[in-house]
């Protein structure tokens, strides 16, 4: 069990820490506040509750086994991903014309917007159908299932609250200068490409 474990931690940690939406999303987050990325980090953590419950149920095969419905969910992800991105790059923060001004900025729209950027990509129930049952003896698979899955949490918490500090830090050096409208633009742009991923299916 110890060993299993560890390779799971391994092979979780390099998925997490590899840039993609959540990464580039927490970031943006953190330029309101670390409270925010928490927010956002719920979210994502609220998210990966709902995948793995799917998997538990067998819906999560029933979702990958139906083209029609895995494509639905692929393109109408990719374009919510492609409308965030487009946000971000066009207003950044603290435009009067944005929804997300630190005045109207909201906690639990936040957090609401965490739970979409990882139900987005339909692809990460593959994630977990293919990782977990390789870690799941069949005897105690519900347990295991639980086991493993609070685990890939955990580590999500870790690493994404790590990348939250991270755009802390940077964005309280580069917040009042020129620098921050083109982070803000990578940002976005880098999750408008992501959108592109999910949709043909590179993500």
Do not use: C
């Amino acid at each position: 069990m110890l060993e299993g474990t560890l390779q799971f931690i391994a092979i979780t940690v390099a998925l997490e820490v590899t840039p993609g939406p959540a990464v580039l999303f927490i970031l943006y987050q953190s330029a309101f506040g670390l409270r925010y990325a928490l927010a956002g980090v719920a979210g994502l953590m609220t998210a990966n509750v709902i995948w793995i419950s799917l998997v538990a149920t067998g819906l999560g095969l029933m979702l990958v086994t139906t083209p029609w419905l895995f494509d639905a969910v692929r393109y109408l992800g990719a374009a919510y991903l492609a409308y965030l991105g487009y946000r971000i790059a066009r207003y950044g923060i603290g435009n009067p014309h944005a929804e997300q001004g630190r005045q109207r900025k909201s906690k639990f729209r936040t957090y609401q917007q965490g739970i979409m950027t990882s139900l987005s990509n339909p692809k990460a129930v593959l994630f977990f159908l293919a990782l977990l049952p390789q870690f799941a003896r069949p005897e105690v698979f519900l347990a295991d299932l639980t086991y493993f899955g609070s685990l890939k949490i955990l580590i999500l918490f870790v690493v994404m609250t790590s990348f939250g500090l991270l755009g802390r830090q940077v964005f309280n050096r580069i917040m009042n200068t020129h620098k921050a409208r083109w982070v803000f633009r990578i940002l976005g742009l880098g999750i408008v490409l992501a959108a592109y991923g999910v949709a043909f299916g590179e993500i």
